[in-house]
């Protein structure tokens, strides 16, 4: 069964800096996510 991540609306500033690390600083989207705190599907 596919896990669902929950509706949560983030700010524009947030959304940039999670872009900034996967474009920039070469994490995976994965690994951005864990250090933002986001959920991350299994």
Known sequence: ???RI???IYSKEFREQAVKQVTE???SPK???RRLS????H
Do not use: I
């Open 1 to 3: 069964m596919k896990q």
């Open 6 to 8: 929950p509706n949560t």
């Open 25 to 27: 600083e070469g994490l």
């Open 31 to 33: 690994e951005a996510a």
């Open 38 to 41: 986001m959920p991350v599907p």
